[in-house]
């Protein structure tokens, strides 16, 4: 932040102390307030602006193929760093970058495993961090797939690699975590619809505080909470239907009854596929939805769902990149516009092992390294994902 600052530049060719020991008459060297011209005067002028810019994206999991994909069999160990090598510029450049982190890592305690019970290496989490991510979201329906012990070491997991997390906790009801840049704070809020039906390998008061589930009036008691204290209010939540392109009842109902109660943006996660994006007015306000954003990263695609409605959209992701503006004088803050950089979830074979790497589509589409039938993917990727997102205009 500039400060205001004024400097009086005053050039004397002689110092006060050698003048007091001459004989020179001083009389005419005293300089008066009024004497002062503008030009002496140089102002820096205070920014009237700060600016905020958040990434998010959808679905992270980690299936049987990839893990395969990761691990080296000289070292024991996985490394999944290059899979998000692709997007990695994108999430640096953000001020805070948020994802949905499907899985557990509960350790070396239980062994690693994917669907229909997910549990990751620690590495994961590693590599997120790596390749730039703030937040997790770590309220969905696998957030119980390894049970206590899997709640609890993928907050420490996360913890070690220097992120926040929203959507479980480990001892107390976390209902929100606060980030600020630039003079702007966001408030973080995480919810999900259920847990596969693990719900009883917690207690029940377990239950109440470990993970956020989706309950309206706790979500109105939590988003007024979080109102008084930030600038905006971000929701996370996992809901809708999977594999379905459109938002349910149940998501648009919510989302409107959320927005009433003061949330700014709402960010959707579980269908698998994208659903629509919407920019909207509310107590004058204006307010931004994205019902869901696919998946970020997953083995899921057309080959190996081939009885699973669109099956070709689980391919497609999305990061959805809001910029927020804070006028310093009124404090008042907007959305000032939403972007957005469709992703591909590449796979390929390569020394015989198969490889993954999230492709901002827009980066690679007119790519000649890659294949034309890959190109073409990429084309019907952008123009099927783009169709669904609302053109945003620029609010001032």
């Not at 690699?161 to 479980?168: A, K, P, S, W």
């Not at 596929?273 to 004058?284: F, T, Y």
């Not at 390929?348 to 092992?353: H, L, T, V």
């Not at 000649?368 to 890959?374: Q, R």
Request: proline letters at 3%.
């Amino acid at each position: 932040m500039k400060k205001l600052t004024v400097i009086i530049m005053l050039l004397l060719s002689i110092s006060f102390g050698l003048l007091a020991c001459s004989d020179i008459d001083n009389s005419g060297n005293d300089i008066k307030k009024d004497d002062i011209k503008k030009d002496d005067i140089v102002v820096e002028e205070k920014d009237e602006y700060s600016k905020l810019s958040l990434y998010a994206t959808g679905d992270i999991m980690f299936h049987g193929s990839q893990l395969k994909s990761a691990y080296n069999n000289s070292t024991g160990e996985y490394d999944f760093k290059e899979v998000f090598e692709p997007v990695k510029r994108h999430l640096e450049n953000a001020d805070i970058a948020i994802g949905n982190f499907e899985t557990t890592t509960a350790g070396d305690s239980l062994p690693i495993s994917s669907y229909p019970s997910f549990n990751s290496p620690d590495s994961t989490v590693s590599a997120l961090k790596y390749a730039g991510f703030d937040i997790l979201s770590t309220a969905n329906n696998h957030s119980l797939d390894t049970g206590k012990i899997g709640v609890v070491n993928t907050i420490n997991n996360i913890e070690k690699n220097d992120m926040d997390y929203i959507g479980t906790s480990k001892e107390d009801y976390k209902p929100f975590i606060l980030k600020e840049e630039n003079e702007i704070v966001l408030s973080f809020l995480s919810y999900t619809y259920g847990l596969n039906g693990n719900d009883s390998r917690l207690s029940k008061e377990e239950l109440e505080y470990m993970i956020n589930l989706i309950d309206e009036e706790k979500i109105e008691e939590d988003i007024k909470r979080a109102k008084n204290v930030s600038d905006k209010v971000v929701v996370f939540i996992h809901w809708g239907d999977e594999y379905s392109r459109s938002p349910s009842e149940f998501q648009m109902t919510l989302a409107d009854k959320m927005f009433s109660f003061g949330a700014d943006v709402i960010l959707g996660s579980h269908p698998h596929v994208i659903q629509r994006s919407e920019m909207i007015k509310k107590d004058g306000e204006d307010k931004f939805i994205i019902y869901s954003m696919g998946n970020f990263i997953s083995n899921q695609r057309r080959e190996t769902l081939p009885n699973v409605r669109n099956n070709i959209y689980t391919e497609d992701g999305i990061m959805v990149n809001i910029n927020f503006k804070k006028n310093l004088k009124t404090e008042e803050v907007i959305i000032e516009d939403v972007n957005y950089l469709p992703t591909w979830v590449y796979k390929y074979a390569e020394n015989g092992r198969n490889k993954y790497e999230i492709l901002p589509v827009a980066d690679f589409v007119n790519d000649e390294k890659l294949s034309v039938d890959i190109r073409k993917r990429l084309k019907n990727s952008f123009n099927q994902t783009m169709e669904l997102m609302e053109k945003v205009e620029i609010v001032e």
